[in-house]
């Protein structure tokens, strides 16, 4: 059992919990994901399986979509309603309109400070742990990138759907939204509509993947180097034996392939892909030879 699956998680339990299911329902010896999710978070969750573990490097990278639900007049510890009140305003609420403003200005390259209640790490302990021990600590702000806000009103709830990169807090988000508006604001209710490629729309849920039998639980699993947005560079049979050795395979040696200097490749064989390779400048062939581009070996997946 070797892919990736576009898991929905549902709230109320831990991404470690969703992937520990996976692993089961599969009988796979390996099991990981990307990017975890809150327990009160439902949404995407890619859950790779086998030797699609070693993908994970090439994963964490991709930009995610939110749509959440923020809570006006209340702030938490948690910054979400699962927290305890720290504060609450007592006047009259911000429209959606005040909303969206507010919203607009944390479009782009931002500072955030981490929330206590996060499963980052000072020294070997997460935060989250020290905040439930009635520690808190210095956090430092860090930048991160949020691409794109649309703030939408129905049946009374405000929502925020967000697109940004990696390392972005919503709850954060929610809280410091309602800062500015000056009123206080938490997140209500939090799900993941995408994470990259994997979409809410292909996701499968661990009560669907129940229903499954053996054969059509694999058919669901997306294949390893379908994952990997990189050009696919062919061996021949015997440069192959010498890549899987550990060779380096120069340019020169593939007729009708380019290689570019930095650039990852998705290597294939006689039975399909089979490692990543990244091309570089290396020594000659021997000590005659002036050194030249060629591709190594960063990844193997067998």
């Given at each position: ?238 440069r192959e ?20 200097d930095g ?38 997946f067998g």
């Amino acid at each position: 059992m070797n892919g990736i699956l576009n898991l929905y998680k549902p709230s109320g339990i831990t991404s470690h919990s969703a992937v520990a299911a996976v692993k089961r329902l599969f009988g796979a010896q390996k099991a990981g994901h990307c990017g975890t999710l809150d327990p009160m978070a439902a949404g995407v969750l890619p859950v790779m399986l086998g030797s699609a573990v070693k993908l994970s490097e090439y994963l964490v990278e991709h930009d995610k979509r939110y749509r959440a639900s923020i809570l006006l007049g209340v702030r938490t510890d948690t910054q979400d309603v699962t927290g305890t009140v720290t504060a609450k305003y007592e006047g009259p609420l911000p429209g959606v309109a005040a909303v969206r403003q507010a919203a607009s200005r944390f479009v782009g390259r931002i500072r955030q400070t981490p929330p206590m209640y996060s499963a980052l790490k000072r020294d070997g302990k997460k935060l989250v742990d020290l905040a439930r021990s009635g520690i808190e600590i210095e956090r430092e702000s860090r930048e991160v990138t949020i691409h794109a806000i649309d703030v939408s009103a129905r049946n009374g709830e405000i929502f925020l759907d967000v697109c940004c990169a990696r390392g972005t807090y919503i709850r954060t988000l929610c809280d410091d939204i309602g800062e500015l508006l000056g009123c206080h604001a938490c997140m209500q209710a939090l799900e993941r509509t995408a994470v990259g490629r994997f979409t809410k729309d292909d996701a499968h849920t661990l009560e669907q993947l129940r229903e499954l039998d053996e054969n059509a639980r694999a058919a669901v699993l997306i294949p390893t180097e379908n994952c990997l947005d990189f050009p696919t560079l062919s061996l021949p049979p015997f440069r192959e034996r010498l890549f899987r050795s550990g060779c380096e395979i120069y340019a020169s040696d593939l007729p009708g392939q380019t290689l570019r200097d930095g650039m990852l490749y998705k290597v294939c064989g006689t039975d399909g892909f089979f490692a990543v390779g990244r091309a570089g400048i290396f020594p000659g062939k021997n000590e005659t030879c002036e050194p030249g581009l060629a591709v190594k070996m960063v990844k193997f997946f067998g």
